[in-house]
C-alpha cells in the first residue's frame, strides 16, 4: 500500500511487514526516512538530526544556515558534486565539462499494477497484486531529470525500484554511473553479507561487520560472474536464520554490476547497486532517456529464513515466465559428462533409452552437435549440425528420441565464436576487438558483439533454422567466458562507454525474441556453471545450471549459498557419476539424488554405465522427485544449518503452505567412529499438529520436533543421507 500525504511531501511505502518512507524537504531534497519493521500513521522525518558539521557544506537556499548539509541528511537518490561527499547515486558529465548532479523534487505519480521497463527484465503485476509510485526530480542547471521508480508487492514485503534519466535540454549530456538502488540507514553497525567463488565454486557465503569506508563486490566481465553474486545482504550483528532485522538487495541485471556500501562519517551507512562505473558512459543526447535495470528489496525482521521465502515467492510468481507455468517440468538427462564432445547418434538414443526407461522425461543433448565441433577450439557460430556426427540430422535423431516417448533439449551459446569457424572467417569484424590489439581469447573463443544488431540478427536466423527444423522442447543457452577487448566497431569513440550495457540488453532482445516466437520451449541459461545467476537472466530463463561442480558435497554449499536469494526450482542440478569429474570425490548415489532433488532435477551421466541396482535407485529418485514435485519446488524453504559453519551435516527442509507437510533432507559429513548423538530441530511445522514420519510408526508432536527435535539416524560410512516425509494426521 502506498500512502500519500500530500501536504506533508510524505511517500510511505507499506508491505505486510515492512515500511519504506521517503520525503522531499523543505529544500525539495528528497530524504530517505526509513526502511524497516513495519510502522504505522508516522512521519520518521523526526529520526533524521542536523547540526553544523564542519567540513560538510551547506547548499544555498539554507542562507546563513549551518545546520544543514547534504552531506549529512539521508538521501533516496545521492547527488553528486554538490555537497554529498558520499557514494554519489547519479554522475553527469555536461557540456560545460562539469560533473555535478543536483536533484530536486518536482513531483510524482501513482498507479496501479507494476511498472515495467524498456528492454529490461523486471517483476511483473497487475492491478491488485502490485502498485507504481514515480517521483520525479530534477537537475534544473543541467535540464536532466531523474525518475525513481517504486513498485511495491505488498505479500511478499518486496519493493523494487528502477530509475529513468532524461535530458530534457538541448544540449548533449554523458551519464558516468547511474545506480539503480541508493539506500541510506541512520545506522552503520551491521554486517554485509555476500556470496562470491569462481568457476566451479559459486555463490559461497560471506560475512563481515561494515567498516569504516566502502565495502564492495562487482563485476567487470561484462556478465554478472562467478565470482561475485548481484544480491547482497545487509543485517543486525546477531541476525541469524530465524531472528534479527536483514535486509536483501538483488539487483535484476546479468552484465557488470557493483554493490557498495559506505560507512559515513556520522556513523551512517549507505548501499549503492548498480551497473558498475567501469567503462560506463551513455550519451544522452536532447530529448532520450536512460533507463537503470531493477533492483528487488527485501526487509525482514525475523532473519533470512523470512527474507528467503519472501524473495523465493516473489521470483516464482512474478518475475520467471516459465512455459510451464505451474505444471512440473520435466526430468531430464543431459550427455555432457556421459560424452562430452565424442557422440554418435546412437550413442545419444541408447542414453535416451537407458533414462526412458528410469522414467525421465527429457533428453538434452549438448554441445559438440554442430559445425566442426569436435573439441572447444572450432564450429561456434557455425549452427548447422554437424551431419558426419549426426547424419541425417536433427529431423532424423529428434524422431527416434520421441519414439522413446521424450522431449529433446539441445545446447547452443550464441553469444561466442571460434576463429576456425565459417562466421569468423566471413565476419572477423563481429567479435569485440579493439583495433589494433588481438582480443584475448577465452577457451579458445572470441565474444560476438551483441551490441549489434546485424549480429543478432544473423545468430537469431540460425537459431530459428536449427529450432523450426524439429520439435525442440528446451535449450540450454551457454556462455563460456569473460568479456575482453571490449569495443564496438559499430559505434562512435565517444559511444564505446555503452558497449558494456548495449551488449547486455542484446542477450535480452535475442532471449526475448525467443521467448516471443518459441512460447513453449523452456530455456535453462548456463554459463559455465553459475556465471550469470542473477534476476535478470531468470526472467528470460526460469532454471539456471548452478555450477559446473556437479559433485553433492561441493553442491550443498552452492545451492545453499543460491538460495538465499533464488528459489530452488531455479538451480539446475544434476546427478553424475562417482568419482566425481571435477574433484574425483566419491559419495552415494543417494546424497547424489537428495541434494540434485532440491533443484530443477536431472541426471549427467550415461546410465546404460549404472549397475541394476543403481537403475533402481534412479528409477526411486525420478520418483519420489516427481511425486514431491510440488512441496519441492513450491514449498516454503528453510534452512536447517549451513555447510559453511558445520561439517557434520547440512540439512534443509521444504513445508507445504499448509505446514501440513513437509520434507526433511539431510547430508552427513565424513564419518567418523563413534558419532555424537545429535538431534536435528525442524522449522516451520504447525506446533499444534500430530506428523507421521514417511506414512508410518508413531507420531510426533510438531512442537516437539520443533523445539527438542528428532533423533538423526546413526549410519556409517562418508556422505550418508536421509529424506523424510512428514504428514500432518487429523
Ligand atoms: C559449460 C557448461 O556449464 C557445461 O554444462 C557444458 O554445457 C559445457 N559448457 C559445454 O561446452
Known sequence: MIILDQENRLFTLHTANTTYQIKADRYNVLLHTYYGPRLDNCDLSGLIQSGDRSFSPNPSEAGSSRNYSLDVVPQEYSTCGVGDFRLPSIELELPNGSHTADLRYTGYRLRPGKYSLPELPAFYGIQGEAETLVISLEDAAAQVSVELYYGVFEVFDLITRAVRVINRGEETVRLCWCASLCLDFLRSDMDMITFNGHHLMERCLDRGQLRSGIQSVGSVRGASSHQHNPFVMLCDHDADEDSGVCYGAMLLYSGNFEAAVECGQYESSRLIMGIHPYHFCWTLAPGEAFTAPEAAMICSDNGFGQMSRQYHQAIRGHLLRDPYGGRRKPVL????????????????????????????????????????????????????????????????????????????????????????????????????????????????????????????????????????????????????????????????????????????????????RLHRDYPDILIEGCCGGGGRFDGGMLYYTPQIWCSDDTDAIDRLRIQYGTSFCYPVCTMGAHVSVVPNEQNGRVTPLKARGITAMSGAFGYEMDLGKCTAAEKEEIRCQVETYKARYELLHCGDYYRLSSPFQDSAYTAWEQVSPDRRETLVNVVLGCTHAAPPFRTLRLKGLNPALQYRIDGTGPLHSGEILMQAGYPLPQILGDYASFQFHLEAIE
Do not use: C
Open 333 to 512: 538427462v543431459n550427455n555432457w559428462e556421459a560424452t562430452y564432445f565424442d557422440f554418435t547418434a546412437d550413442k545419444l538414443v541408447s542414453i535416451a533409452r537407458e533414462a526412458a526407461a528410469l522414467g525421465i522425461e527429457l533428453f538434452v543433448m549438448d554441445d559438440g552437435w554442430f559445425g566442426s565441433r569436435n573439441d572447444d577450439n572450432s564450429g561456434l557460430g557455425d549452427w548447422q549440425v554437424n551431419r558426419e556426427k549426426l547424419p541425417g540430422g536433427l529431423e532424423a535423431l529428434v524422431p527416434r528420441i520421441k519414439a522413446l516417448r521424450m522431449k529433446f533439449g539441445i545446447w547452443m551459446e550464441p553469444e561466442m565464436v571460434n576463429e576456425d569457424s565459417n562466421l569468423y572467417r566471413t565476419h572477423p569484424d563481429w567479435v569485440l576487438h579493439v583495433p589494433g590489439r588481438l582480443p584475448a581469447r577465452g577457451r579458445g573463443q572470441l565474444v560476438l558483439d551483441f551490441s549489434r544488431k546485424d549480429v543478432r540478427d544473423y545468430i537469431y536466423e540460425q537459431m530459428r533454422a536449427v529450432l523450426d527444423s524439429a520439435d525442440i522442447a528446451y535449450i540450454k543457452w551457454d556462455m563460456n567466458r569473460s568479456l575482453t577487448d571490449v569495443w564496438s566497431a559499430a559505434l562512435p569513440a565517444q559511444r564505446q562507454g555503452e558497449v558494456y550495457h548495449r551488449y547486455v540488453l542484446g542477450v535480452y532482445d535475442l532471449l526475448e
